[in-house]
Every structure is written in structure tokens, then in C-alpha cells.
């Protein structure tokens, strides 16, 4: 695996790919990587010939009070994982590469709508630094496809938006969220969790399966979310939000029957916040 710091030879490789008629799969990654980011090296390596991943903890999506400095980063691992998992090119920027006028002066991105609601109401910017940073890696590498996990499910709907909208030639394919056997979502924030926190975190997606349950049932959207909240205060994660949106476009549902949904919640437990999505089916 080769690993490049900078656009120019980034460019250089990958032209020389197309030469040879070699289509081009992206995945991009803010480091400190488990085996949910493996998995979509995975999946990338089923649907092209190369795949290019890039590690860069982005400060245009972190807010003031958020973990960009105590972000973790392990580089090393990092290397030796993707390597392992198949990837062909690691692309690991510096802040000067990605941004070169700045992060305050720069040419920055918005998706209207969709980075309003749930995660953008509460981590308000935060979709417009992942825009930017996602669209800047994009015209880098300019791949034939991207993954990205199911798990940041509003993410997810921001890219094929951005994509669809500015009508860029690039595929987006949703790769399946990988789990603990407790059903924790592997994340890189898992490991802020103290041994307590960790042993009641999968309170997270037993909620989302309650929630999934009782709509099965019957019971109306918004006894369904009351009780989710209910029940993480009682569980001491200070909740977010747990709700339930239509999946395609996150609008509210509007209770037709053949509406696809999906329920999303987010929530602290001491120090971290996790979030995790599960579709009703």
C-alpha cells in the first residue's frame, strides 16, 4: 500500500490507474480506524479495482466545545490495518493540503434541509465542515464510487444529496453497520467509554429495537419517542434525540403505510456521545 501526503502525487497514481482502464473506489475516514472502517475496505475492494482511503480528522466539522483536539489518532495502526484490509492508497492530507487559505478563510458547502434537523440541530455546522471536507476529497481522488457506513445515517443522505445536486459521477454505496455481539455500533468514539459506560452503552440499540417493536404494534410516533427518551434518562445517557423519520429524506413521517422509516437516536453517556440508527421494516 503506498501513502501519500499530498494532492499533486495523490493525482499522479491514480491517473496512471485510469490509464490502464482501472475503476476507482474511495473511502474516507477521520482515522483511528476498527473493523466497521475495514469492512467498508471490504466492500470498496468488491466493486473496484483499486480502493484509495484517506485518514483526516477534519476541524471544519468539529464545533468549539466538541473532541477535536482529544480526537483519537493513531496513525501506525491506522497504516497497518488498511494495508491488511486491501487497500491500495492511503491519502493522509495535512490541514495546509486540504485547506491551503485557511480553514476560516475557505470555500465552504452547505446542504439545506437535511443538515437542519436531528444531528445538525444539535451539532449545529457540523454538516456544513462535513460537506466541505467530502467534496474536497472527492475532486482530489475524483473515484468512481464512495462508501460510506450506514451508521452516520444522516451523513449518509448529506453525501447523495450533495452528489445528486451537483451532479457529480460518482457512485455512493451504504455499507452495512458493524456490531459488537452486544449490538453496539463499532465506533472510534468507543473507546472514551470507561468499563461501566461500555457495559451499559448497548442500552442504545436496545432502545432502537423497542422503538421498532412497539411502531410493529402499533403504538403512535410520538409515544414511541417519549418512551425511548424515557427510558435512556433512566438508563443515564443524557439522549439527544430518538426519533423517527422517513428514511429517503429524513423528513417526519406521515403515516402511510408504505412510508420506509427509520429510527435514529443520539445520546451522551458521561463523556461521549454515540449515535445509532435502525431501519422499520
Known amino acids: ?12 497514481t491514480i491517473a496512471s490507474w485510469r490509464q490502464a482502464g482501472q475503476r476507482i473506489a474511495f473511502v474516507p475516514t477521520m482515522g483511528n480506524l476498527h473493523a466497521g472502517h475495514h469492512s467498508l475496505i471490504a466492500l ?4 473496484a479495482d483499486r480502493v484509495v482511503a484517506s485518514v483526516f480528522v477534519n476541524p471544519t466539522q468539529f464545533g468549539p466545545n466538541e473532541d477535536f483536539a482529544r480526537y483519537p489518532r493513531t496513525p ?11 487497500c491500495d492508497l492511503l491519502f493522509r492530507p495535512t490541514v495546509e493540503e486540504m485547506y491551503p487559505f485557511g480553514t476560516e478563510r475557505c470555500v465552504a458547502v452547505r446542504v439545506p434541509g437535511l443538515t437542519d434537523e436531528l444531528d445538525g440541530a444539535a451539532r449545529p455546522g457540523h454538516f456544513d465542515g462535513v460537506a466541505t471536507v467530502v467534496l474536497r476529497l472527492f475532486n482530489m481522488v475524483q473515484p468512481d464510487l464512495a462508501v460510506f457506513g450506514l451508521k452516520d445515517f444522516q451523513q449518509l443522505r448529506v453525501i447523495e444529496y450533495l452528489v445528486r445536486d451537483l451532479a457529480l459521477p460518482i457512485a455512493i454505496v451504504p455499507a452495512p453497520i458493524a456490531r459488537d455481539p452486544d449490538g453496539l455500533a463499532l465506533s472510534s468514539r468507543n473507546r472514551y467509554l470507561s468499563v461501566d459506560e461500555r ?9 432502537l429495537l423497542a422503538m421498532r417493536e412497539a411502531w410493529r404494534a402499533g403504538a403512535s410516533f410520538e409515544r414511541i419517542e417519549a418512551d425511548a427518551l424515557r427510558h435512556l434518562d433512566d438508563q443515564g445517557f443524557a439522549p439527544d434525540y430518538a426519533q423517527i423519520r422517513r428514511s429517503s ?15 435514529l437516536l443520539a445520546a451522551r453517556l458521561g463523556s461521549t456521545r454515540l449515535i445509532d440508527n435502525l431501519p422499520f421494516t
Not at 500500500?1 to 499522479?12: D, F, G, W
Not at 470498496?44 to 466493486?47: E, F, G, S, T
Not at 501506525?76 to 486491501?86: I, Y
Not at 457495559?199 to 432502545?207: G, K, L
Open 44 to 47: 470498496a475492494r468488491q466493486q
Open 199 to 207: 457495559a451499559r452503552a448497548p442500552a442504545i440499540h436496545r432502545t
Open 76 to 86: 501506525r495502526e491506522d497504516e497497518a490495518g488498511l494495508d491488511e484490509a486491501g
Open 1 to 12: 500500500m503506498q501513502t501519500i501526503e499530498y494532492v499533486r502525487a495523490l493525482r499522479e
Open 249 to 263: 429524506d429524513l423528513a417526519p413521517p406521515t403515516g402511510a403505510g408504505d412510508e420506509a422509516l427509520v429510527a
